[in-house]
């Protein structure tokens, strides 16, 4: 017993309790259950509830559990006369003005309210007055308001206030005539801003997808495993008459906490699009066609297994890194099984010449709870508030501590923490932008790396001499990669010198990771150089980027929307358009697809399919199939182990999908997570590119094929507009200031595309938003491009 | 953002913020919210648009939404346009034993106006008064633009009204 524990007594138990602990924490530390409605574990102590009020021995009066901190040799009684009348004076407060509108509630039979109602209140009420009324808001398309029943808890400001880092609603007026909203009737645009749903102990804040859809209590709770960003946050599926209904969060601390993103709380709504592929369908000189399974496999026989047989390595396999780790391992055993090593995953790299040097997997390199210790992190490339929520949360919490956060990216992206730094640098000049921070914090150590090659003729500015000096404090500091850095035509540059700082300074390198599989592609074998465990490939084959370049004669495709999901998507819809046999196993059907594809396989997604992601710390997480999938679609493993057999290639007879993980467990057995082996040195920098660019990032809610199909997420800001956002500087100086519109050109194309002025894109740069097939005719997602007035 | 908020605010309310922004600790600019709604309602005659409450948060470094409620929550604070002459009527329990009610009520039927309203010509606002004045000594009172005017009679409210431009 450290001197730090102290011992009370509550309810004639005597419990141990840490010193300035409060009453509470001890109670539910101890399975002692005080009611309550503003106390949650994760937020400030607002105690303006008053339901937990307990009897403390002395205290002249009860007192809230919740702000009433543990002393020695306290006595509290949690359920005595004098509590208990407290509680039921406290209920019946609470519900003068609170609606009995429990029928038609979307939190009634989940509601704190009514379960406490039930549990500490009176059985009639004694208020015979007029009840007040409170309007509703519109907050968006995304949370639901019935403001008549609101408590004024403030567990939703406090959540935007201390974890969502964005206070969007508020208590104004006062007295009788408190309401909770945002005054100025506006959307929330929180990306966590779904987690009111959850915190709200009444139905005052409610799921509008979900809406009168369901009653809770005709629905079943299965696991799940969210499907968007790396970090693999624990869900629950909410499932009525074989459908998924809403999916909530499922508590893991080391994970996502108690929280979810919107992206992964609503994407769910992307199963029921009405462009879902739900039979087989082929293409012949009459056109497509839905015929049943044994006819496709019959045709892709037909079309794709002499080309598979005869010349194996002009086929090429594509999967999307959304895919479960049992398809990703069963895709690439079927094409190696072949003889194909053309295996590829990275839809969103154009730069994959370090790929032989690349760790077995790319890493957080730290776990997920890891980032909350940091004292430093310099970010390079990345906007992780809006590309994996809940690890910038994590970073969020770093800096409130007093971590010293910093950015290098090509757009000064908008944070929810004070940044300690930020260094804005054209896309071409993103690798000498950190290698200046490098020679800088190699000058501040008089490390022999300032002498070397790579770093002679590089600049080193004032900027960039105090992010080095922040790197160079002690304590734990962390360089990550984000997305946008993983994209870059210099990617590998960028990878080197990134790493080669983090090691300067001592600090673990790591990525933020991209797709909700990315760990598991990369494990499974999804890439061309190596087999399923980072084991070098049998034979070794082309890279994505090779695939599109060169053009194949048939592609196998699985879960991928080229026109939307590749960084040269021109090149890609070109390679397919002109290739022999284009087999693409799929969720959705596009109109792209049924100009390039010959075969559609339907498989299931998500929900409808047993399976296995890995994240980005690592960490495999396996869930089951809640639903069927529509139609004849069938679970992808099945699909693929059909296939198989159809063209021949034997060892892929799995019976469950069990069988597969288990098998790509064993493969991957042994792997240790390693980013720093990484590195193919460099010689020289690549020369920095002068004059007008355009950088590409992908809006949260267009990053995949599900979440784009997703209704509710595709009515928020943060998707794919179609916009050239640039600065007035920029237009200004291109003419398109006030022409609203303006031509843009890329490789020989050009578009005509509305002018978003936005001033936190840096000089002489075009960011337009990927994930988005119109404008796939564009190019690829970087490069230089031209610009003049419509 | 704050350059946006240099523009809406008057060169002389900034003086005066900047004035109070001096008193508190650097970090804590937030201090210094009523002070300055109370000088930007001064000057937009007697009340707060969403325009100035905004710029007013982007002035001191606050969210928008905790402006508003600070704005709301204290009934000096309008949201509204209101008349030019602000009169609220002590109704707390010392003045409502010496006949407040009747007040309020002869004044409403004077103007035409419930309480919280304001006259049509734009001259008097009829505050709705939250708390006691603190001249209970003096009952009925009322303060009219932060004068106190105590033991009011009809004939006597009658004649401060009149005289209100």
């Known amino acids: 017993m450290t001197n730090d524990t102290i011992k009370i007594e509550v309810d004639g138990k005597v419990l141990e309790a840490r010193k300035g602990q409060m009453l509470i924490q001890v109670t539910d530390a101890h399975d002692i259950y005080v009611p309550r409605f503003c106390y949650h574990g994760k937020l400030s102590v607002a105690a303006n509830c008053r339901m937990c009020l307990v009897e403390v021995e002395k205290a002249p009066k009860p007192l809230p559990a919740c702000a009433t901190p543990v002393m020695d040799g306290m006595k509290v009684r949690t359920r005595s006369k004098l509590a208990l009348e407290a509680q039921k004076s406290v209920m019946e407060f609470l519900l003068i003005n609170h609606p009995l509108d429990c029928p038609i509630c979307d939190q009634g039979g989940e509601c704190e309210l009514q379960d406490l ?88 804040l409610t799921s509008k997808p979900f809406r009168y859809s369901a009653r809770t209590w005709e629905m079943s709770q299965h696991p799940g495993i969210a499907p968007h960003d790396g970090i693999g946050s624990n869900i629950h599926f909410h499932v009525k008459d074989g459908r998924v209904k809403r999916v909530v969060p499922a508590e893991n601390e080391v994970i996502n906490e108690v929280w979810l993103s919107d992206r992964d709380r609503f994407s769910y709504e992307g199963l029921y699009s009405n462009d879902r592929l739900t039979a087989p369908m082929i293409r012949d000189d009459k056109g497509w066609r839905e015929v049943d399974w044994e006819t496709a496999f019959a045709m892709v026989r037909e079309r794709l297994g002499p080309i598979l047989k005869s010349a194996p390595a002009s086929v090429g396999g594509v999967i999307a890194p959304t895919a479960t780790l049992e398809e990703i391992f069963l895709f690439q055993k ?29 890493w957080l390199g730290q776990s997920i709870a890891e980032l909350e210790q940091l004292n430093c992190a310099l970010i390079i490339g990345g906007d992780p508030r809006k590309e994996q929520p809940l690890l910038n949360h994590r970073l969020r919490k770093a800096a409130l501590r007093g971590a010293r956060i910093m950015m290098v990216n090509p757009a000064s ?87 080669q700082l983090a090691n300067l300074a001592g600090a673990a390198f790591g990525y933020l990771g991209e797709a909700a599989n990315s760990a598991g592609a990369w494990l499974g074998g999804a890439i061309p150089q190596r087999g399923p465990g980072g084991r070098p490939a049998s034979r070794s084959g082309m890279d994505a980027g090779a695939m ?164 509710a997420l595709q009515q928020t800001a943060d998707r794919a507009d179609g916009a050239l956002h640039l600065s007035r500087a920029t237009a200004a100086r291109f003419g398109v200031l ?21 001033d936190a894109v840096g000089d002489d740069t075009v960011l337009i938003h990927g994930g988005n097939g119109l404008l796939a005719t564009l190019g690829p997602w970087f490069g230089r491009v031209t610009l003049k007035p419509a | ?50 325009e100035l409450l905004d710029a007013v948060a982007d002035y001191l470094g606050m969210p928008k939404i905790a402006v508003y409620e600070v704005a709301t929550f204290y009934s000096m604070l309008e949201t509204k346009p209101v008349g030019r002459h602000s009169v609220s009527v002590c109704t707390n329990i010392s003045c409502m034993l010496r006949g407040a009610d009747d007040i309020v009520a002869h004044i409403e039927k004077r103007l035409g106006v419930k309480t919280g309203g304001s006259t049509p010509d734009g001259r008097i606002h009829l505050k709705r008064e939250e708390e006691c004045l603190a001249a209970c000594c003096g009952g009925p009172m009322m303060m009219v633009d932060h004068i ?7 004939d006597r409210v009658n004649a401060i009204l009149d005289g209100l431009k």
């Open chain 1, 413 to 499: 992206f908008p944070s929810n923490y004070p940044l300690a730094a930020e260094l804005s640098a054209a896309p071409g000049g993103l690798v000498r932008a950190v290698a200046g921070i490098c020679r800088a914090l190699a000058e501040l150590k008089s490390d022999t790396l300032a002498r070397e090659s790579w770093l002679e003729d590089v600049a080193v500015t004032d900027a960039q001499r105090r992010i080095a000096r922040e790197l160079a404090n002690p304590g734990r500091g962390t360089v990550l990669l984000g997305n946008l850095a993983a994209s870059l035509p210099d990617a590998a540059a960028l990878r080197f010198v990134a790493g």
């Open chain 1, 548 to 711: 599109a370049r060169n053009g194949m004669r048939a592609f196998m495709l699985y879960q991928v929307e080229p026109e939307a999901d590749c960084a040269a998507p021109d090149q890609w819809l070109t390679a397919l358009r002109n290739a022999e046999c284009v087999v693409s196993m799929n969720s959705w059907i596009t109109d792209a697809a049924r100009e390039y594809a010959h075969v559609l396989l339907p498989v299931g997604v998500f929900a409808e399919t047993d399976g296995t992601f890995v994240n980005v710390a690592g960490a495999p997480q396996s869930w089951r199939a809640v639903v069927d999938p529509p139609g004849e679609a069938r679970p992808g493993w099945k699909v693929l182990r059909v296939l198989a057999e159809t063209l021949g290639v034997s060892g892929c007879d799995y019976e469950t999908a069990k069988e597969v993980a288990r098998d790509a467990a064993q493969a991957m057995a042994g792997v240790r997570p390693e980013n720093r082996a990484a590195w193919r040195a460099l010689v020289r920098l690549p020369a920095a590119v002068a004059g007008l660019q355009r950088i590409t990032t992908v809006p949260m809610n267009s990053a995949d094929a599900l979440v784009r199909r997703a209704e």
């Open chain 2, 1 to 50: 953002m704050i350059e946006d908020a240099r523009k809406t605010l008057s060169k002389h309310a900034r003086h005066e913020i900047d004035q109070w922004l001096a008193k508190f600790p650097a970090d804590q600019r937030r201090s210094a919210v009523l002070a300055a709604l109370r000088e930007v309602q001064h000057e937009n005659g007697g009340w707060l648009s969403i």
């Open chain 1, 738 to 758: 006030d022409s609203g519109h303006a031509v843009v050109g890329h490789d020989g194309q050009a578009l005509t595309l509305p002018v978003a002025l936005d």
């Open chain 1, 334 to 362: 079927l094409l190696r099984g072949a003889g194909c090593g053309n295996i590829d995953h990275r839809l969103r790299y154009l730069d994959f010449s370090d790929q032989d040097a690349a760790p077995v997997f790319p």
């Open chain 1, 117 to 204: 109602a039930m549990g500490y209140g009176r059985d009639v009420s004694r208020y015979q007055e007029n009840k007040r009324v409170v309007r509703d808001k519109d907050i968006g398309p995304l949370v639901q308001t019935d403001m008549t029943r609101c408590i004024h808890c403030t567990r939703c400001v406090r959540f935007g206030e201390e974890v969502a880092g964005l206070r969007e609603l508020g208590a104004t007026g006062r007295g009788e005539f408190m309401e909770i909203g945002t005054f100025v009737e506006q959307s929330m645009a929180s990306e966590l801003s779904g987690n009111v749903i959850d915190l709200c102990p009444v139905g005052a």
């Open chain 2, 148 to 154: 106190y005017h105590e033991n009011l009679t009809v």
